[in-house]
């Protein structure tokens, strides 16, 4: 199951999780720097200080990430 505590490179290699992803983060799967980052989970990347706040709705994206498999 995915969540925001998977790491984002499991995320995005699930083309569910990549919606979600996009959904979210619009244009985040293309940012050039996106390898440096796809080991984390997405709950710690949000702990860093990043333009837009992802801290503020992991728990969305961690929600639409959980309800994947239940639809």
Do not use: N
């Amino acid at each position: 199951m995915l969540s925001a505590d998977s790491t984002i490179g499991k995320i995005l290699s699930s083309p569910e999780g990549k919606k979600v992803i996009d959904k979210h983060m619009p244009k985040f799967a293309e940012e050039p720097q996106l390898s440096l980052v796809t080991g984390m989970t997405l709950r710690k990347l949000a702990s860093f200080p990043i333009p837009g706040g992802l801290d503020d709705f992991v728990d969305l994206i961690d929600g639409d990430l959980k309800a994947i498999r239940k639809e």
